[in-house]
């Protein structure tokens, strides 16, 4: 089992900034690729982000391309989220994902991760 904690969520102005973190425990050693997805009220999951654990190959979706910059610490077992010029449409729960099947990742699908967190609340203000 690996065990998933997000933090570093909160509201901000369009513009502004904000880090997320990922806090991985339990086997980590089969982590694979990790991932950022997310979901606002009424739409379904999105990916955003995606980094294999070793090697660093990263993924990113083409609404936060040039925006947001995915990173891992291997040795901390961290994953983060650096968003940069946000929007109001980035408005969303912020889900960190971990993916532990050798050869799949990092994957743009839910169905490509085996473990989730509990989300982090992510609010701009326009």
């Known amino acids: 089992q690996v065990q998933l904690v997000e933090s570093g969520g909160g509201l901000v102005q369009a ?9 991985a425990s339990g086997r ?3 982590l694979y690729s990790m991932g950022w997805f997310r ?3 009424g739409k379904e999951r999105e990916f955003a982000v995606a980094i294999r654990w070793s090697g660093g190959s990263t993924l990113y979706a ?8 995915i990173s891992r610490d291997i040795v901390k077992n961290m994953v ?11 408005t ?7 993916g532990v099947r050798i050869g799949i990742g990092p994957g743009s699908r839910p169905e490509d991760y085996d473990y989730w ?9 326009s």
């Not at 983060?80 to 980035?90: A, C, F, G, T, V």
């Not at 969303?92 to 971990?98: G, K, L, N, P, Q």
């Open 117 to 125: 967190g509990q989300g982090t609340q992510v609010t701009v203000s």
């Open 39 to 41: 979901q606002a009220p």
């Open 80 to 90: 983060y989220l650096q968003m940069n010029s946000l929007k109001p449409e980035d």
């Open 62 to 69: 083409d609404s936060v391309k040039g925006r947001f910059t």
């Open 28 to 30: 980590t050693y089969r």
């Open 92 to 98: 969303a729960v912020y889900y960190c994902a971990a």
């Open 15 to 23: 513009g502004g900034s904000l880090r997320l973190s990922c806090a």
